[in-house]
């Protein structure tokens, strides 16, 4: 069997997938005539440069244009329990087994959602998912930094309503930059406080300190991208000692300018040196990519072999916010597959581990 369809049937999960960047242009042209509104195209074709960004997408601004595009149309309640849906069917066209979509309540309240109704929406369409595909899913609801600690405040309380039920973590994702992570001790020391798990977007448009408050401060137990990580030795070693994970989107880190490019791209040097890897598309619908394509990235730009294309999964498997049990349970499904597709040795993983934790 080829590496190309032997990527595509191996078992993945995908930690870091944003709601609003998996909307397929046919799933909008539905959305605008539900809801009475208008598009400059009602052509598939036609409309696929308004929700995803050119191979060589020139600037973050751009690429950000894209979500400023079908916000609107994400405003009810069947919109954004439709949109989960498609985001766990097409998890389900890369042998996803489980996905967490992640995504900003408040940025859907226009038409009179509350923050607890947009959360009930996204986990009943993620549900209807999982019915239908058999992937576990669950939810991660984004504070945003350009919103008031009082506004992301009242995402955590929210939040805290869902735990057990379907939501599984908070974040804070924006404008890292003019935002930094400091400004938001308050509202992650409630999410802690309610014991809510956190990720937290640091790293990828600043500097590593703001990976340093995310951990330290803030209380997160995974980084989203973390790819400015390698500017700072000491916050490195920090990250690597602690093991926090790094939700790691090569083609998204590409296409924002996060990194400059393929050559500086530091997933491998991370891999190398002990950092705990994760594998993600962060916007499927955005970036024109899927999971397989991004780890047909790794062996293609980075040499990945098998066997830590199999580590990097399992990583993802181990970083999860699933309860202890129930990740259990996905661990031994994940390891059962792998043992079946003969690329997975218990005996031989354990050995390795030993002498390296990322094989």
């Not at 504070?143 to 939040?159: F, G, K, S, Y």
């Not at 790691?248 to 490019?261: E, F, M, R, Y």
Request: hydrophobic share 40%; aromatic share 6%; with cysteine.
């Amino acid at each position: 069997m080829d590496m190309s369809r032997l990527l595509k049937i191996l078992p993945k999960v995908d930690l870091h997938v944003h709601l609003d960047g998996c909307i397929k242009p046919d799933t909008l042209i539905k959305l605008a005539n539900d809801q009475g509104k208008s598009l400059p195209s009602y052509d598939t074709e036609e409309l696929i440069p308004l929700v995803q960004v050119v191979e060589d997408c020139p600037n973050l601004t751009e690429y950000l244009s894209k979500f400023d595009f079908v916000l609107p149309f994400l405003q009810t309640g069947e919109a954004l329990e439709q949109t989960a849906y498609e985001a766990v069917e097409q998890a389900h066209e890369h042998n996803i087994k489980y996905i967490e979509v992640r995504f900003a309540p408040l940025l859907h309240r226009e038409n009179g959602l509350t923050t607890d109704d947009t959360i009930h929406h996204v986990i009943e369409g993620l549900k209807r998912g999982e019915a239908s595909f058999g992937i576990k899913s669950r939810v991660i609801a984004i504070c945003m930094r350009n919103h008031t600690v009082e506004e992301n405040l009242q995402v955590i309380e929210a939040a805290s309503h869902f735990i057990g039920h379907g939501l599984v973590a908070v974040d804070l994702a924006g404008d890292e930059t003019s935002f930094p992570a400091a400004l938001f001790r308050e509202v992650f020391e409630l999410a802690q406080n309610l014991n809510i798990p956190i990720t937290i977007h640091a790293g990828e448009a600043a500097g590593p300190s703001n990976i340093e408050e995310a951990a330290i401060r803030l209380g997160a137990q995974r980084i989203g991208h973390g790819v400015r990580l390698n500017e700072d030795k000491n916050i490195f070693n920090l990250i690597r000692d602690q093991q926090i994970p790094l939700e790691l989107c090569p083609t998204s880190n590409i296409q924002t300018k996060a990194v400059s490019g393929w050559d500086a791209y530091p997933i491998k040097d991370y891999y190398d040196q002990g950092i705990i890897c994760t594998v993600n598309t962060d916007n499927p619908g955005v970036s024109g990519t899927n999971i397989t394509k991004e780890y047909q990235l790794l062996t293609e730009k980075f040499g990945f072999t098998l066997h830590e294309i199999t580590v990097l999964i399992l990583n993802g498997v181990e970083a999860s916010f699933l309860p202890a049990d129930e990740k259990a349970a996905l661990k031994r499904d994940f390891e059962e597959i792998l043992t079946t597709l003969g690329v997975y040795d218990l005996t031989d993983f354990s050995k390795k581990l030993q002498d390296d934790p990322n094989g």
